[in-house]
């Protein structure tokens, strides 16, 4: 059974950055999803295994990056110039599909989760 451990969350005021930061031991491929009140959980960014090829959700594109130091087991989300609506539980996620191109969004590619971390902007 794989842990995954999520840190870095907390309160910031709008246009701030956050560093949210999971730790997984093993072989697996890593994705960030975020869950607001009342909403559907939701993809944001996820990394290949090798740290080669990145994906990310439209609303992250360009404020948010993704890496991961295998030799730490640790993926990070970097995420800058923060909004409101960013406002949501963070999760990390794994998956032992190791392929370079799979359904990155879809909840049911993952096989392990952590238990989330808040994040919270102020305007």
């Known amino acids: 059974q794989v842990q995954l451990v999520e840190s870095g969350g907390g309160l910031v005021q709008a246009g701030g950055s956050l560093r949210l930061s999971c730790t997984a031991s093993g072989r697996y491929s890593m994705g960030w999803f975020r869950q607001a009140p009342g909403k559907d959980r939701e993809f944001v960014a996820a990394?290949?295994?090798?740290?080669?090829?990145?994906y990310f959700a439209d609303s992250a594109k360009g404020r948010f990056t993704i890496s991961r130091v295998n030799a730490k087991n640790t993926v990070y989300l970097q995420m800058n110039s923060l909004k409101p609506e960013d406002t949501a539980v963070y999760y990390c996620a794994a998956t032992s599909n190791l392929r370079a191109v799979i359904p990155w969004a879809k909840l049911e590619e993952y096989d392990y989760w952590g238990q989330g971390t808040q994040v919270t902007v102020s305007s």
């Open positions: 990394i290949h295994w090798t740290g080669s090829n990145t």
